[in-house]
Structure formats: C-alpha cells, structure tokens
C-alpha cells in the first residue's frame, strides 16, 4: 500500500523493459517490513544528469538503483563513492542522504557472490575463471577476492583491461593470486561469464564450452535469456549451472539495506 510515508526509489534504466528488479526489491521491502516502493523509469542517457538533478530534489527519495547503461555515468553524479564503487568507478545504487547528497555503492558483486553461498557454491578456496573485465566483472571479482578464492584468471576481449583490473585488485588484496589469461576454463573449478555476451541470439559463446569439466561451477551476470547458450551447453556436459538471476536475488537484501 502506498501512502504518504512511502519513500521512492526509481530503478533508472535505458530501455526498461527487459528489468527484473522491481518485483524482487518490492517484495524484499514487504518482507523487512520497509516502507519503499521501487519503479523503474526509462530514462535517455543525454537526460540522465537532469534526471538526478530533479530527484535528488525529492525529499521522500530513499536513493536510486542504476542498471544498463547508466552505471558508470551515475557515479560521477554522486556526491562519493563507497565500497566497490570506488575501484570500479561505476554504481548500482545511490542513498540520498539527509543533506540532499548523493551516496554511491556497487553491490552486483557482493550479490553474485551471496547468490553463489545461497546455493551451496562457496568460493572460498576455489580456482575461478572470470571472463570480463567491465563494471559487473570488476564487481565480481572484487567480491571474490574478499571472499578468499585460492585463485583468480581474468580474461577479457580487450586485454589491456584485463590487465588494469587485475593490477588494481593486487593493490587492494596484497596476498591474493590474480592472472590474466585466455578464456580456457581446463582446471577451474568456477567459470563466470561477467560479459555481455549471452545477451543477444547469435552471441558467441564467452569460454570455449568443450573445454568445460564436468562438475564445474557455471555461472553467468547475464539474466535475459534465463538460460544462456553458455548455461545450456554447460548443463549438456554435466556442469553446475548458475543463473544470473541468482546474483540480483540475494543482491536486493543488500540493496535495502544500504538504503536504511
Ligand atoms: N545479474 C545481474 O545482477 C547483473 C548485474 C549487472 C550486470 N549484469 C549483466 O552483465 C553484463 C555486462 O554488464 P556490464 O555492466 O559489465 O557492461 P560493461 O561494463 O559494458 O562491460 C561489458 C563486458 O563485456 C565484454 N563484451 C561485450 N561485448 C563483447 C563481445 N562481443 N565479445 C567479447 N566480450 C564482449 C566487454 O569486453 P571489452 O572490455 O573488450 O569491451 C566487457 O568485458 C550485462 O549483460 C548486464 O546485463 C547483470
């Protein structure tokens, strides 16, 4: 029910329709009894700053939640960046503050990872192949890093960004093992797909799949198609699928909370 107490929280997104949050967050609101209520707003990216202007504006504005293609715009909009947000330069979610300012915080990556504890896919120990090395890659591996995986291979279509990103998590996790390699995913025990790819019919597949063990750990950021190429050639050799609805479903607990 949606009163006058309701505080708002828009999901900006360009298109909107594909969106899978609202009814996620709306129901994980009614489940923590939070009086918050999110709806998605299409909104072009050459109108996305008077957008944000217009809404910080808003006093019963909880915050903002960002999706494709806003991410990276969106944090330099902010007022500071907190978490991943910072090593990633990019925001999934954005507290409006008592002052009217803008807070910035990136939770795709804790949520992959709170996914894959959910479904008994603990990565600490673990040798992990992420391929990508944009905004919901670089998330990831930030959280797998701080959930103490034996060992990370970034492989990415542009190396030099593969690079980038790994030099940048050795700075924050002085003892942790990160590489770049070749998308192979012979001897890990955890394959992500951090990419784009999967999206659209015709994609090619991120990893070369006839080099997928049996028993591997399978997962995706992408979450239309529910069931990727990826994923399904994955399950036809007997690996361990993981959606990348898993990752926004454990992720909307986090994002309420960093609205409190
Ligand atoms: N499940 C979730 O909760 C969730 C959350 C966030 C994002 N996502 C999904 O994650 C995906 C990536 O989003 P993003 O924000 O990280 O985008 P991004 O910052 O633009 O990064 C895109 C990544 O995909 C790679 N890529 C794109 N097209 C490619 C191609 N044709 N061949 C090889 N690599 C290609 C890019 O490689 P280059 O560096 O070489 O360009 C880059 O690594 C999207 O599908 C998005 O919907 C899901």
Redesign the pocket.
């Known amino acids: 029910m949606i009163t006058g107490h309701t505080r708002f929280v828009p999901l900006l997104a360009h298109p909107c329709r594909h969106v899978r949050?609202p009814p996620l967050f709306n129901a994980e609101c009614e489940r923590q009894g939070e009086d918050i209520v999110m709806v998605p707003l299409d909104v072009l990216p050459e109108r996305l700053h008077a957008t944000v202007d217009s809404l910080r504006a808003i006093e019963n504005l909880a915050g903002m939640v960002i999706?494709?293609?806003h991410?990276?715009a969106i944090a330099a909009l902010c007022d500071r960046l907190v978490g991943a947000a910072a090593l990633v330069g990019?925001c999934?979610i954005v507290r409006r503050e008592k002052d009217g300012s803008l807070t910035g915080g990136m939770f795709?990556g804790e949520?992959?990872v709170a996914g894959l504890l959910h479904r008994g896919h603990d990565p600490a120990g673990k040798r992990v192949l992420l391929?990508?090395?944009?905004?919901?890659?670089?998330?990831v591996a930030h959280a797998l890093l701080g959930a103490g995986v034996a060992g990370l291979t970034i492989a990415?279509?542009?190396p030099e960004?593969?690079e980038t990103l790994a030099g940048q998590l050795r700075g924050l996790f002085e003892n942790a093992r990160v590489e770049t390699g070749p998308p192979n995913p012979r001897g890990f025990d955890i394959v992500i797909n951090?990419?784009?790819?999967?999206?659209h019919a015709g994609?090619?597949l991120?990893v070369d799949v006839d080099r997928l063990g049996a028993g591997t750990v399978v997962g995706?950021?992408?979450?239309?198609p529910d069931m990727t190429p990826l994923l399904a050639a994955a399950e036809a050799r007997g690996c361990v699928v993981h959606k990348?609805?898993?990752?926004?479903e454990q992720?909307v607990r986090l994002l309420v909370d960093f609205l409190k």
């Open positions: 949050t999706t494709i293609p991410k990276g990019a999934n795709d949520g992959f391929v990508g090395a944009g905004g919901a890659a670089s998330g990415n279509r542009s960004k593969a951090g990419t784009a790819l999967g999206m994609d090619a991120p995706e950021v992408v979450m239309q990348g609805i898993h990752m926004i992720q």
